[in-house]
């Protein structure tokens, strides 16, 4: 993400053994609003009647900057610091202050780097989460899922809204890049790492490879089953037409 926004040469690629998929950074972080679905916009303007949001995994930070284009309050968190400092670089290039008054004495930045697991914010903090990516799968059980929708609960306040997504397992086959099957209905698991390479200045290169990333995939009923002992409960579950990817809308119970 870093290289592509100081359009530096390089290539970025998934890899589960002897399968290449493209890393489409420029699709994946820095598509712009034109290209998403209705159902993408739908959901970030349903949330902005939630301000302040926390947007999970903001990679680029391309729904942030969507949010703060039309004056919504949100912050972003990834576990990259590589990530942060990309959405930061392209906050400022836009021209969006950072953070002052009361939110800066609370080191409250516009992007913060910080793990899911263990939000870097205050409790309560905030009206809405926006976790896509089907990052929640990196829970990689059900449990692990339901750990994070405790962590969601927590940084929201008594109203709390959240969005996450995921693929649904009965849509999908042994096609799927870095599919596994489970026996277990409803459930399945996608590996793979992903792999950069690029062109040094003096004519060397570069190769970094990443850790082995699991992801749990549930259908919306297991989902469903990992809200059981949280304070959420699904609104809305909404798929892309032809696809098993969905998003659900979940809610705190009053």
């Known amino acids: 993400m870093l ?3 100081r ?3 390089g290539r970025l690629t998934y890899r589960d053994g002897a399968d290449v998929q493209d890393g489409s950074v420029e699709r994946f972080y820095f598509s712009s609003p034109d ?3 209705r159902e993408t916009t739908e959901v970030l303007e349903r949330l902005a009647d939630r301000e302040p949001i926390l947007d999970v995994g903001c990679g680029a930070g391309k729904h942030l900057l969507w ?4 004056d919504v309050d949100a912050v972003g968190v990834d576990v990259s610091p590589y990530a942060v400092l990309t959405a930061r670089e392209r906050f400022e290039v836009r021209g969006i202050p950072e953070r002052s008054g009361e939110d800066a004495e609370r080191g409250l930045e516009n992007v913060l780097v910080g793990d899911m697991a263990e939000l870097p914010v205050s409790t309560g ?3 809405a989460v926006h976790a896509v990516g089907t990052q929640l799968g990196l829970g990689g059980s ?7 929708l405790a962590e969601f609960a927590r940084v929201t306040d008594d109203a709390g809204v959240a969005v996450v997504d995921n693929y649904d397992p009965t ?3 042994e096609e799927f890049f870095g599919y596994r099957s489970d026996p277990r209905d409803g459930i399945a698991h996608r590996c793979f790492h992903l792999e950069f390479e690029r062109e040094r200045s003096d004519g060397s290169r570069e190769r970094a490879v990443g850790r082995t990333l699991h992801f749990l995939l549930c259908s919306p009923a297991r989902l ?4 059981i002992g949280t304070p959420w409960r699904i609104r809305d579950v909404a798929r892309a037409d032809g696809t098993a990817h969905y998003r659900a809308v979940l809610e705190k119970q009053r």
């Open 171 to 173: 849509g999908l086959d």
């Open 7 to 9: 359009d530096e040469p």
């Open 35 to 37: 290209s998403w679905d």
């Open 125 to 127: 903090a905030f009206g």
């Open 67 to 70: 949010w703060a284009e039309r």
């Open 142 to 148: 059900l449990a692990g899922i339901r750990d994070l």
């Open 3 to 5: 290289a592509h926004q």
């Open 224 to 227: 469903r089953e990992t809200t």
